[in-house]
């Protein structure tokens, strides 16, 4: 588990709010971008960051981050490019917690331990792998354990009872609760059902909780903080990142999360 996650959100409940976690792809629109954009985002007010690793078939993915996945995949980034940017970003000063967001193809591929090792190496606290389910992450757990990171389960609402237990006793770091019926970016949260799903997690774990997809606007982002630990964005902020030319791509998406972060006070 992930010490750097524990104090962020600690540090979050501490100034009675809820923490913001902003989700950026790994090479969009490119690489050198994406060493300027993490830095304008820890300092406008993120609490973790989210660094997408571009996939060929993200599943959970709506069309605003799988077009940004395909760009990056075209100019070359792999898992081995991801692993060199969290290094880069630790070694430029950044302090935020910093998860990977990906699936677990790459992983395999790159060899499960050694992804593990070289991630938690780079400065990475834990990994949001949306494609493995419970049953099957006895292996990834176990090693995210010894290397001290944190493995951060995606629940529905269309989750079972029985499921929401399981995905709780194996997680560590936070749980992300996906706040629409779909992929990310195409739908509107369902507040009144999400907060009912963060209810029904909070009966199976202490861990603090998210809650992503559909989170767009700082007005969002104020009914997230009534209710959960977490407000998660995603497509909104990839869209800021590619409207415009890539030379201000940082600082487009600085100012966005700078008007998210008003959000997060719940008191």
């Known amino acids: 588990m992930s010490e750097r996650l524990n104090s962020a959100f600690q540090r979050a409940r501490d100034e009675r709010r809820a923490a913001l976690i902003p989700f950026v792809t790994i090479g969009y629109p490119s690489v050198e971008a994406t060493l300027k954009i993490v830095p304008e985002l820890e300092a406008a007010g993120a609490d973790v960051i989210e660094l997408g690793i571009p996939f060929s078939d993200p599943l959970a993915e709506g069309p605003t981050i799988q077009k940004s996945s395909q760009h990056a995949l075209e100019l070359g980034v792999s898992s081995e490019t991801a692993i060199t940017v969290a290094r880069e970003l630790r070694n430029a000063g950044v302090t935020v917690p910093m998860v990977f967001m990906g699936y677990y193809n790459p992983i395999l591929s790159y060899g499960v331990e050694r992804y593990c090792k070289d991630s938690a190496e780079a400065g990475i606290d834990g990994f949001i792998i949306p494609d493995l389910p419970t049953e099957e992450n006895t292996e990834l757990k176990a090693l995210t354990e010894k290397y001290g990171l944190s493995l951060i389960p995606l629940v529905a609402l269309t989750s079972p009872d029985r499921r929401l237990e399981e995905a709780c006793a194996n997680a560590s770091g936070f749980i992300y ?5 779909g992929v990310t970016g195409v739908a509107e949260t369902a507040f009144d059902r999400v907060h009912g799903l963060v209810d029904e997690v909070r009966r199976h774990t202490s861990l603090p909780v998210g809650v992503g997809f559909g989170i767009r606007a700082p007005d969002d982002v104020r009914k997230v903080s009534a209710f959960a630990d977490a407000a998660i ?8 990142i590619g409207a415009g030319p890539e030379e201000t791509s940082a600082e487009r998406a600085g100012a966005f999360v700078r008007e998210l972060a008003a959000g997060t006070r719940v008191g």
């Open 177 to 181: 609760c996906v706040g629409v019926l």
């Open 233 to 240: 964005v995603g497509s909104a902020l990839v869209d800021v």
